[in-house]
Structure formats: C-alpha cells, structure tokens
C-alpha cells in the first residue's frame, strides 16, 4: 500500500458551529458556513504498514500526546472498518500556518486526514462522503474538504450532516484578515469540551441554536445577491452571539483577552471610516477580520497597531483538499 500525502486548507466559519446534536456521531446542532483560507494549509501523509503493531502518529515533528494519538487513531478506525484492513499507519502531518499562529488546526486536520487515508486504503470516496468522513474527526472539518464559500448542512442522520460549496461571485472580492493575540498560547478551553459545556449550562444555548437558521438565512442572500456588508453583519452579530452564549455558561467560558475587545473596538473605528471590515472570533482570542482586496493593506497596519497582537496575517480564499502524490 503506498502512502498518500494530502493537503486541506484550514476555515473560518462566518456563521458557527457551536452545540452538538450527537456527540458519538458527531452531528452539529444547527448548520454553518464558512470561507477557506489559502494561508492556513495542513498537510499530512499516511503510510498504512503491516510491519507497524499500532498507530505512529507524528504532529509538528513530535509524537501525539495520548488524547490526540488516540482520536486519530480512532479516526483511522473508521476508515480501516469501511475498507476491511486492520493494518496500522503511520501518520505525520504539519501545519503550513504563519509561525505561533495559535490558530485551530483540526478542521485542516481532520480534512486532509480524511483524504490521506481514504486514498492511501484504496477506498474512493466522493467530495460529499469525504465531508461526511472528516465530521467525525471534527465538525468544522466536514467544511475543509471544499474552497471558498461553504454550508454545512445540520442533518440529522451521519449521511444527512455533509457540505457543499455556494458558488458566489463575491469570492473574488474577499480576503480576511487575521490578528493574533498573545503570541499563540494553546487554548485554555477546547471547542469540544466547551460546546458541550455550553449546551449542558448556558441559559443562552437554546436562543443561539434557534438564531443559526436565521443567520444562515441571510449569509446565503447575501451571497447570492453579492451584498458584501450584509454578509459582514451578519458575520459579526453571529460571531458574539456565539460567545454570548459560552460567556454565560457556568462557569463562564471566556475565550476573550484584552486585546480581544481592542480589535473589536478597532474594527468598529475602522468600519465608521469607510473601510469594508467585520470581525469574527472562534474559541481562541484572536480576531480574523472580513474585509476586500482593496482594504486588506490598511486593516493589517491598522490591526498590528493594536496592543497585544502579535502578528497579523492576510489571507485569500482557499481551495478543496486534494492529493499531493
Ligand atoms: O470543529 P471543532 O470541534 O473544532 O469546532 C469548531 C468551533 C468553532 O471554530 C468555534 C466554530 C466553527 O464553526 O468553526
């Protein structure tokens, strides 16, 4: 079986996943849609060996800590079960991110993982098959199979819950911009643990899954009808909705640092005075800015102007994930 090396570009979702429907199959609450970023790609090969008696998994250049060697080696489960093999794989995956950028990895992960090992297993899956795969490593991972504009359907059965790319003409006009806070130290609350936190004791989590359908209704239109500012709204209102209901879980989780709110207010001033720009958060206090080709330049001097970041990235759409060789 010769190895496989693939590639996925991470995503930021404009209108979140945040809740769990099943968490065995990994189904979301509530839809999403995303932009995949060209700047942040992972690439991982997988080698499936006879000789190996477990699973080798390398990250970074350094062995997998055991929570995370273990849910890829789950991950490799499912893809041994549907190809009929027990045979163990060694596993090395880097992430082509600007340095220390703290940013998550496990939607560009868990999507270039699906592929790496679909194809290195012999087993040929489509587009739709592999999204559904790569939900079950992590649920932003289903989005990182596609490029550009994507939605991630709710569904409620594992074959109902896959995305699909919005073609939007809008694409060729967007870039985000993204600004790192505190030099990317590992998050203090994984989005795992903390949506399912979230649900169990938010009294806010009901009215954040009732509000998605609503946002997802108006990011799509606004795509469709290329309206750039309705979709930066409804981007942003998403994004602290979001973490309105995490704040008010017991205990609170407070992904938020100082420079987390100065972006936010930077963003503000920056939109008052004519530039295209709304910001988003995932769970993490960086700020990753919409914004367009023209205005990129003057967001990014503008961002790194403010205390406490760290660097600052512009990035243009990314494509699907595909097999390097
Ligand atoms: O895919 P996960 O389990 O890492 O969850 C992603 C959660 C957010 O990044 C906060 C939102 C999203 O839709 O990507």
């Known amino acids: 079986m010769p190895g ?32 995949s970023l060209a700047a942040l790609v992972t690439e991982t090969r997988v080698d499936f060996d006879a000789a190996l008696g477990a699973d080798l998994i390398e990250l ?24 009929g093999i027990t045979t163990r794989a060694r596993v090395t995956s880097f992430n082509r991110f600007p340095t220390a950028s703290g940013l998550a990895s496990s939607a560009s992960g868990f999507a270039a993982l699906a592929v790496a090992t679909t194809h290195a297993a012999g087993l040929h899956l489509d587009p739709r098959e592999l999204s559904i795969l790569a939900r079950r ?48 130290a590992p998050k203090t609350h994984g989005s795992r643990d903390a949506m399912d936190h979230t649900a169990a004791t938010s009294p806010f989590y009901r009215a954040w899954v009732d509000l998605v359908p609503r946002d997802l209704a108006a990011a799509e239109a606004a795509l469709a009808t290329r ?64 914004t367009t080709v023209e205005d990129a330049d003057h967001i990014a001097r503008a961002l790194a102007n403010v205390e406490g970041v760290t660097a600052t990235t512009i990035s243009g759409p990314g494509g699907p994930a595909y097999v390097v060789g």
Not at 8 to 33: F, M, Q, T
Not at 256 to 273: D, I
């Open 227 to 290: 309206d750039l500012p309705a979709l930066g709204d409804v981007t942003e209102h998403n994004a602290l909705a979001m973490h309105a209901s995490a704040i008010a879980a017991r205990p609170g989780v407070i992904y938020w640092k100082p420079a987390t709110l100065a972006l936010l207010a930077a963003v503000r001033t920056l939109r008052q005075n004519g530039r295209a720009a709304w910001a988003t958060m995932d769970a993490g206090p960086h700020v990753k800015v919409l």
């Open 60 to 83: 970074e250049g350094k062995p997998a800590g055991t929570a995370e060697a273990a849910r890829v080696s789950s991950f490799l489960d499912l893809v041994r079960d549907r190809a």
């Open 4 to 35: 496989v090396t693939a590639r996925a570009c991470a995503n930021i979702a404009l209108v979140k996943y945040w809740g769990k429907r099943d968490a065995d199959l990994n189904l979301p609450a509530a839809g999403s849609l995303s932009l």
């Open 137 to 184: 490593g992590s649920g932003s991972a289903a989005r990182s199979i596609f490029g550009g504009f994507v939605r991630m359907h709710a569904g409620d059965t594992d074959e109902a819950a896959y995305a699909e790319p919005i073609t939007s003409s809008l694409i060729d006009r967007v870039r985000m911009v993204i600004a790192i806070v505190g030099g990317g």
